[in-house]
């Protein structure tokens, strides 16, 4: 059995049983997974987590689902590569990428699908449903054909082809919603309320954040059980930031990992970075914005851990930081050409990001930083514009030579 003790408000404190909820309902603060971390600290050692799978069902022992029952299309334990080239163009020398855009659908987002979907199955739900700003409908939509649920997915009718494709070919039912997120998530909210669902990122949020853990735990693992001096993070609710120092915390808090000093830097597009204007302004309050940017997949307006990841941003003395919408496609591509990892454009605002807080001297040389590539650039194809300029050629030699001499003058 899991080592849950209950679910708790963040805000009042305020107890709930281990059931399909997600806010208080006396303050509406969010609930959050609460454990028994001295039965984790005796179940778990470095070892016994080195013995486990080569995926995210390894920390086991820290996510609220039974092990046995898990909903598992082998997510996790993604590649950390030590990015000398690109760490010599920026300036790092411990630069590393932590490559979840290979994951079974291509993003992060199978950490916290996995968990959900098992939970739903042992809450009985049939149906799994979402609202998605674009890769977690993928998820949402794998996993339930894997747990045999029916699936619905919700998204704002603008996205990209890839997310869109990528998603129908699992088989869920497809609601193509007219506005942005925010507005298909307050109309999802609606929804959740009146049937019987398993809203992955409404009603089960509680169960759904806290697969993102493991992207705190593995590079902590990776690094040879040690956290890094800083992450990289994209925002968009802020779940992601929030919950990978919170798997930093739990490791040094039971003893897996030792002196934990990271500074949690988040990057957000230009085009909606409402965490990062509040971060700029000192305020305590994220004020909604209408979300204008390239970067899709980190298009909400309205982030629902905005505060927390604030406080995150403070507790550990990080950098709210924004990419120029401009400077997007230019992360992408630098990636792509100095480490051969092609990302989404949530990447290119990591490795935009990632560049001007090295030019603003938060991160120094020799120190150990980790940037979250968190989604695959094949599914957001369109967004790259028309980059491509072949060499046009017949077969055969005389032509070719003619037309590569051409080529290379210009
Ligand atoms: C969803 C998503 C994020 C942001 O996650 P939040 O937890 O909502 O902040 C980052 N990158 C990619 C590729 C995503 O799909
Ligand atoms: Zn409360």
């Given at each position: 059995?899991?080592?849950?003790?209950?679910?708790?408000?963040?805000?009042?404190?305020?107890e709930?049983?281990?059931?399909?909820?997600?806010?208080?309902?006396?303050?509406?603060?969010?609930?959050?997974?609460?454990?028994?971390?001295?039965?984790?600290?005796k179940?778990?050692?470095?070892?016994?987590?080195?013995?486990?799978?080569?995926t995210?069902?390894?920390?086991?022992d820290f996510?609220?689902?039974?092990r046995?029952l898990?909903?598992?299309?082998?997510?996790?334990f993604?590649?950390?590569?030590?990015?000398?080239?690109?760490?010599?163009?920026?300036?790092l020398?411990?630069?590393?990428?932590?490559?979840?855009?290979?994951?079974?659908?291509?993003?992060?987002?199978?950490?916290?699908?996995?968990?959900?979907?098992?939970?739903?199955?042992?809450?009985?739900?049939?149906?799994?449903a979402?609202?998605?700003?674009g890769?977690?409908?993928?998820?949402?939509?794998?996993?339930?054909?894997k747990?045999?649920?029916?699936?619905?997915?919700?998204?704002?009718?603008?996205?990209?082809?890839?997310?869109?494709q990528?998603?129908?070919?699992?088989?869920?039912?497809?609601?193509?919603?007219?506005?942005?997120?925010?507005h298909?998530n307050?109309?999802?909210?609606?929804?959740?309320?009146?049937?019987?669902?398993a809203?992955?990122?409404?009603?089960?949020?509680?169960?759904y954040?806290?697969?993102?853990?493991?992207?705190?735990?593995?590079?902590?693992?990776?690094?040879?059980w040690?956290?890094?001096?800083?992450?990289?993070?994209?925002?968009?609710s802020?779940?992601?930031?929030t919950?990978?120092?919170?798997?930093?915390?739990?490791?040094?808090?039971i003893?897996?990992?030792?002196?934990?000093?990271?500074?949690?830097?988040?990057?957000?597009?230009?085009?909606?970075?409402?965490?990062?204007?509040?971060?700029?302004?000192?305020?305590?309050?994220?004020?909604?914005?209408?979300?204008?940017?390239?970067?899709?997949?980190?298009?909400?307006?309205?982030?629902?851990?905005?505060?927390?990841?604030?406080?995150?941003?403070?507790?550990?003395?990080?950098?709210?930081?924004?990419?120029?919408?401009?400077t997007?496609?230019?992360?992408?591509?630098?990636?792509?050409e100095?480490?051969?990892?092609?990302?989404e454009?949530?990447?290119?605002?990591?490795?935009?990001?990632?560049?001007?807080?090295?030019?603003?001297?938060?991160?120094k040389r020799?120190e150990?930083?980790?940037?979250?590539v968190?989604?695959?650039?094949l599914?957001?194809?369109?967004?790259?514009?028309?980059?491509?300029?072949?060499?046009?050629?017949?077969p055969?030699?005389?032509?070719?030579?003619?037309?590569l001499?051409?080529?290379?003058?210009?």
């Amino acid at each position: 059995m899991p080592h849950v003790k209950c679910l708790r408000c963040r805000e009042c404190g305020s107890e709930y049983p281990i059931e399909p909820l997600n806010a208080c309902e006396f303050c509406f603060g969010p609930l959050e997974v609460e454990y028994d971390y001295e039965s984790i600290s005796k179940a778990v050692s470095r070892e016994s987590i080195a013995a486990g799978p080569n995926t995210m069902w390894r920390y086991h022992d820290f996510l609220p689902v039974d092990r046995e029952l898990a909903i598992d299309i082998s997510t996790g334990f993604t590649p950390l590569i030590h990015a000398k080239n690109l760490g010599s163009q920026l300036g790092l020398d411990k630069l590393y990428i932590k490559n979840d855009s290979v994951n079974p659908t291509y993003s992060f987002k199978d950490r916290p699908v996995s968990v959900t979907t098992t939970k739903a199955l042992e809450f009985e739900f049939e149906v799994l449903a979402c609202v998605s700003t674009g890769n977690l409908m993928g998820s949402v939509a794998a996993h339930g054909a894997k747990a045999g649920m029916k699936t619905m997915v919700f998204y704002p009718a603008d996205l990209e082809q890839g997310k869109i494709q990528g998603a129908a070919v699992y088989g869920p039912t497809m609601v193509a919603v007219t506005g942005n997120y925010d507005h298909a998530n307050r109309f999802c909210s609606e929804l959740a309320d009146n049937h019987r669902w398993a809203f992955v990122n409404i009603n089960m949020r509680p169960f759904y954040a806290e697969g993102s853990k493991t992207l705190g735990y593995e590079v902590a693992e990776q690094l040879g059980w040690k956290a890094p001096d800083h992450c990289v993070v994209p925002g968009a609710s802020g779940e992601l930031h929030t919950k990978i120092w919170k798997g930093l915390q739990e490791f040094n808090d039971i003893g897996l990992i030792e002196n934990l000093k990271t500074k949690m830097h988040l990057a957000q597009p230009e085009g909606c970075s409402p965490i990062v204007g509040a971060f700029e302004t000192g305020s305590d309050h994220v004020t909604p914005v209408r979300p204008e940017t390239l970067a899709k997949s980190l298009a909400i307006g309205n982030p629902a851990a905005g505060p927390y990841s604030l406080e995150v941003l403070k507790e550990t003395d990080g950098t709210g930081v924004y990419a120029e919408e401009n400077t997007i496609i230019d992360g992408i591509k630098l990636l792509a050409e100095t480490e051969g990892i092609f990302t989404e454009t949530a990447g290119g605002v990591v490795i935009s990001s990632l560049k001007k807080l090295v030019e603003q001297g938060k991160i120094k040389r020799d120190e150990v930083t980790v940037a979250y590539v968190t989604g695959n650039g094949l599914k957001t194809m369109e967004a790259m514009g028309d980059f491509v300029e072949p060499i046009q050629t017949t077969p055969d030699y005389e032509t070719f030579q003619t037309a590569l001499a051409a080529a290379q003058k210009s």
